[in-house]
T-cell receptor
């Protein structure tokens, strides 16, 4: 298995532009997570999906952020409009979740976003 | 609320030294506990876990014991290598709560030859 795939690996954009980050989870996994990592705030959970349904989006910073999971093999995180404070590494992770158990989350390599 | 507290880094050691990274937690229930490791330029990966009190998780020479009485899950390794240089994250999860991992701030370990 190729693991969790994220694209692009690096993104540099200007303030005000729309940014779309993409994630392909491991085949067979039913849970998908989007995290953001910065030096100041550490690792933050933005949103997670179970069986393609958003379960908890309380970590999404504001309305400029949106996430979708149209099918079991693809998810996007969109920022519109982007701001310099959105600069961070964004990780996607997936797992196979069984009720009552927390199984290992497999992380992708991350997308390093720089907003100028 | 539920939280995880890790010792602040960076932790700097010489090769073959003994490693301890402290982790304590606050939770209203009985969580499962995890250590994840992040090597430079990569995503996190699971290092070890323990699901109930007195369980010991171990992997790659690292160990951690779930201590309910002290609400701790300290990470230890008897002899570190340069290749262990990374950021280590303690995390908790329990099904009765938010159904998501709660991570500590991470502790950076630097091992010198």
């Amino acid at each position: 298995d190729a693991g969790v795939i994220q694209s692009p690996r690096h993104e540099v954009t200007e303030m005000g532009q729309e940014v779309t980050l993409r994630c392909k989870p491991i085949s067979g996994h039913n849970s998908l997570f989007w995290y953001r990592q910065t030096m100041m705030r550490g690792l933050e959970l933005l949103i997670y999906f179970n069986n393609n349904v958003p379960i908890d989006d309380s970590g999404m910073p504001e309305d400029r952020f949106s996430a979708k999971m149209p099918n079991a093999s693809f998810s996007t995180l969109k920022i519109q409009p982007s701001e310099p404070r959105d600069s961070a590494v964004y990780f996607c992770a997936s797992s196979f979740r069984v009720a009552g158990e927390e199984n290992e989350q497999f992380f992708g390599p991350g997308t390093r976003l720089t907003v100028l | 609320g539920d939280s995880v507290t890790q010792m602040e880094g960076p932790v700097t050691l010489s090769e073959e030294a003994f490693l301890t990274i402290n982790c304590t937690y606050t939770a209203t229930g009985y969580p499962s506990l995890f250590w994840y490791v992040q090597y430079p330029g990569e995503g996190l990966q699971l290092l070890l876990k323990a699901t109930k009190a007195d369980d010991k998780g171990s992997n790659k020479g690292f160990e951690a014991t779930y201590r309910k009485e002290t609400t701790s899950f300290h990470l230890e390794k008897g002899s570190v290598q340069v290749s262990d240089s990374a950021v280590y994250f303690c995390a908790l999860w329990f099904s009765g709560g938010y159904n998501k991992l709660i991570f500590g701030a991470g502790t950076r370990l630097a091992v010198h030859p």
